[in-house]
């Protein structure tokens, strides 16, 4: 499988073409013809434990809720990746697309 990428305004190509079948391409080897970019959006979802929330309350000073939430702060509430995005501007003339709406690859089922 290959991936192309056509400019309409000037006719400038790259392609993802991966070195063996099946293989992984590197996002920026089509940089000479067009510049790849990411974006997205982070959101901490509302999955603070319960427990976590009773521990920091329990505590007396500041300097021990800052101990806390540096210790178990990761492990108690999760972010979740709300949006993403995957442009390719074109070096020649500046025309862009712009990928959004993706699935996480393990939800596709293939
Ligand atoms: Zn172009």
Do not use: H, Y
């Amino acid at each position: 499988m290959r991936i192309q990428i056509i400019c309409e305004k000037c006719s400038s190509i790259a392609e993802f073409l991966p070195p063996r079948t099946g293989e992984e391409v590197g996002i920026q080897t089509v940089n000479k013809n067009f510049r790849v970019g990411v974006n997205w959006k982070n959101e901490v979802i509302e999955n603070v434990q319960e427990e976590f929330v009773k521990e920091l309350s329990e505590v007396a000073t500041n300097e021990e809720r800052k101990e806390l939430l540096e210790a178990k702060l990761t492990e108690n509430a999760f972010a979740e990746t709300i949006d993403f995005e995957l442009s390719f501007t074109c070096v020649g003339c500046g025309d862009r697309i712009t990928l959004n709406d993706f699935q996480l690859s393990d939800f596709i089922g293939f």
